[in-house]
């Protein structure tokens, strides 16, 4: 993540014993076309042990963290 400049990214995880990752999935299709479609979808596993930023009584909907990620890869 650092050496594509997603600081922040792995700023926020790097506090967890497992280090943070980035997942990229490419589909090239019909190699014909110049036109690319992305879909970018953040996904934070609730158990990273990455710095909490959010208040207590947040922590019941932190499995929606993952969301966006999980979006992304149904419809990849």
Do not use: Y
Not at 1 to 28: K, T
């Amino acid at each position: 993540m650092l050496d594509q400049n997603f600081r922040l990214m792995h700023a926020v995880g790097r506090s967890s014993v497992n280090e943070p990752i980035m997942v990229s999935l490419e589909w090239r299709g019909d190699s014909s076309r110049d036109e690319f479609l992305s879909l970018v979808g953040k996904g934070v596993c609730f158990d990273a042990g990455g710095l909490n930023l959010k208040p207590s009584t947040a922590i019941g909907g932190m499995h929606n963290d993952k969301h966006g990620a999980c979006s992304v890869l149904s419809a990849i």
